[in-house]
């Protein structure tokens, strides 16, 4: 007998970034289910709707910064530069919702702050800050692995009149033309926010705890002929992003670094530098730069001569050359390490001179000296992947919450399943694929409808993950972390960026191919490692 929990909606989407969006028009479009989306923002594009500071764009190459599965918005789309502005991708997010119709169900300016599992009728009640409660048989969240922001403390910062801003939440109408600007942070956002800003404020100071390899992002116009071989092109092209390892649309080496002669390695790294793109220089040149010490001692060591060639003043060439493993996030930018030239701009290393506190004009540091500034931009990141999780209180089975199933470091099965937590579907959860996004993202968001179809078609009343299967999940994405030397350098990939925050391995490192892969088997045996139940019975089981 098909017992359905009685419930206000079939489903509730959390967040309406690439992750909502998708997960909200493949139930409600393709399944046929009732869905409420509910976002916080007041519009949808999560990433794109939030980061909005001068220089923000995504640098994998835009045409492959998108959704695969609109076919005909990929041929209507037009664009201009290899990489996507910000505006540009929260345009086209618009557009993908216009067209699927998906605003009606979607609630902006709502947060959800909880949400709980009734394990004996199967539903989950969430409320809203708001004021609202609703109830739904599955929950899907997309809260996005960057969403939730770093803000550290500086001591007197309220003392500071200044504008104070962080990059991910950049006001529309806050302009640095002309003004003194420093920004702490110098990852993927602040660089870029450096590349930008330096060529309108006044003067920018750069606060930089840690040095970074950055790489040329190669960006600049497309013309028509390259658009055109894109767009005709564009089956075979998903079909490589999906079977390769870090799904950005190039093909990816495996041809050893220390296999060829040191002139033949320089060819290839400068070929990589002129091309650019920082996925590309570190996958692309060779197959074991992230892998192999010496191998990844010579793309470093590359890098680190291009800063001594482009940066003039010795002084600041010393303080922006990285010492460490070149293993983080790669980074691209356009002029990163040439608008340190400029006049107004200067360095300030944090790990030389601290900041010691905030003062009413700016910022002084151990050496004495005070920045006086006019805005102060904290371009420091995110909680990454579980942070905007432990910000709500969800509740499984027994009443256990996320925060407690995650004390000793964040897990799932398959980047979307928790143990104790029947029917909830994360979108870029804990031990997702490390790629380009949006290809994974429409991978999990295709395969929980796959899990949710089965439960429908089923006449069943949840799906699980068991205990085991997200155990042996976490020792295999730990296995694909420990193979490469990404885990002997601090970054938010590992949760080192928080102060506090347990070192876990938060993505599966493999590759998407490979992900993809794992996906189908599990579905080939039957949805192993998860449990499908009927309606639970008035015992409880
Ligand atoms: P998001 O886009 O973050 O959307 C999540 C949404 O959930 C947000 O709108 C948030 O407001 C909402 N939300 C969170 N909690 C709640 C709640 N409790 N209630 C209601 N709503 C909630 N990735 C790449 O692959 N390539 C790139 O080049 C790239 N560039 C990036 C540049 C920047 C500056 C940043 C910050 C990220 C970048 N990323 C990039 C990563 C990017 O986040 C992903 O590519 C993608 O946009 C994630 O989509 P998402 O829907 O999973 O999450
Ligand atoms: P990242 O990559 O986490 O970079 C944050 C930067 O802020 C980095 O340089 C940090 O230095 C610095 N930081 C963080 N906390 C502090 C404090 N307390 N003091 C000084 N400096 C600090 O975040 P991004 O936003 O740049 O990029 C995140 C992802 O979003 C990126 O990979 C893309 O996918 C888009 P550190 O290196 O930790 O010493």
Redesign the pocket.
């Known amino acids: 007998v098909t017992h359905k929990a009685e419930a206000d909606f079939d489903a509730v989407v ?7 969006i998708y997960a909200l028009h493949k139930l409600r479009n393709e399944l046929g289910l009732t869905v409420r989306a ?4 007041g519009g949808v ?7 909005r500071y001068p220089g ?1 764009m ?3 190459d835009g045409h492959v ?1 998108k959704y695969s599965f609109d076919k005909e918005l990929l041929q209507e789309w037009d664009w201009h530069t290899r990489y996507t502005p910000q505006a540009e991708t929260l345009a086209y997010l618009e557009t993908v919702v216009e067209r699927h119709d998906l605003a009606r169900d979607i609630q902006f300016d ?4 909880s949400a709980a599992y009734d394990e004996f009728h199967d539903v989950w009640t969430l409320t809203t800050d708001t004021g609202e409660t609703v109830t739904a048989r599955y929950v899907v969240s ?6 939730s922001r770093n803000f550290p403390d500086i001591k007197g910062l309220d003392r500071f009149e200044g504008t104070l801003v962080h990059t ?1 939440a950049w006001p529309e109408d806050l302009s640095i033309d002309g003004k003194r600007v420093g920004v702490i942070g110098t990852g ?2 602040g660089t870029q926010f450096v590349c930008a800003a330096s060529q309108t404020a006044a003067h920018l100071t750069v606060f930089q705890r840690t040095a970074q390899y950055v790489v040329p992002s190669g960006n600049g116009p497309v013309d028509e002929a390259e658009k055109a071989a894109i767009r005709a092109d564009y089956d075979r092209i998903w079909e490589q992003v999906r079977t390769s390892r870090v799904g950005c649309g190039f093909e990816e080496s495996d041809v050893p670094a220390m296999s060829v002669s040191e002139e033949e390695r320089r060819r290839v790294f400068q070929e990589a530098w002129d091309l650019g793109n920082g996925f590309r220089f570190m996958f692309g040149s060779f197959g074991d730069i992230a892998v192999d010490p010496d191998a990844n001692e010579a793309a470093a060591e590359f890098i680190r001569s291009k800063i001594r060639e482009i940066v003039k003043d010795p002084e600041t060439a010393r303080k922006l050359t990285p010492s460490d493993l070149y293993a983080k996030r790669p980074i691209c930018n356009q002029g990163y390490y040439e608008a340190y030239n400029r006049d107004n701009v200067s360095l300030v290393s944090l790990r030389e001179t601290p900041i010691v506190e905030a003062t009413a004009k700016g910022v002084v540091t151990e050496d004495g000296v005070e920045h006086e500034l006019d805005v102060l931009v904290f371009a420091t990141g995110f909680d990454a992947v579980d942070g ?1 999780y432990k ?2 209180d969800i509740r499984g089975r027994g009443g256990e919450t996320i925060r407690e199933h995650w004390e000793d470091g964040a897990s799932s099965y398959l980047g979307v399943s928790v143990a104790g937590f029947p029917n909830l579907f994360m ?2 959860g804990p031990n997702s694929a490390f790629s ?3 290809p994974g ?1 429409e991978t999990q968001v295709e395969w929980i409808a796959e899990l949710v179809k089965a439960v429908e078609d089923g006449g069943l009343a949840s799906i699980e993950a068991t205990r085991e299967a997200e155990d042996a999940w976490s020792v295999t994405c730990q296995e694909t972390a420990d193979y490469t030397l990404f885990p002997k350098v601090e970054s938010w990939i590992f949760g080192a960026n928080i102060p506090g925050k347990k070192r876990t391995t938060m993505f599966y490192f493999a590759g998407l191919g490979s992900f993809r892969d794992k996906l189908r088997e599990v579905t080939a045996a039957g949805y192993e490692g998860y449990v499908l139940r009927s309606a639970a019975a008035p015992t409880g089981e």
């Open positions: 959390i967040g309406a970034g690439f992750g909502g509910f976002e916080k923002g594009g999560g990433t794109w709707y939030w980061n923000a995504s640098d994998v910064y709502t947060a959800v702050e997309a809260l996005g692995p960057l969403s991910s993927s956002t905007s910000q709500m979108v870029l380009n996004l949006p993202i």
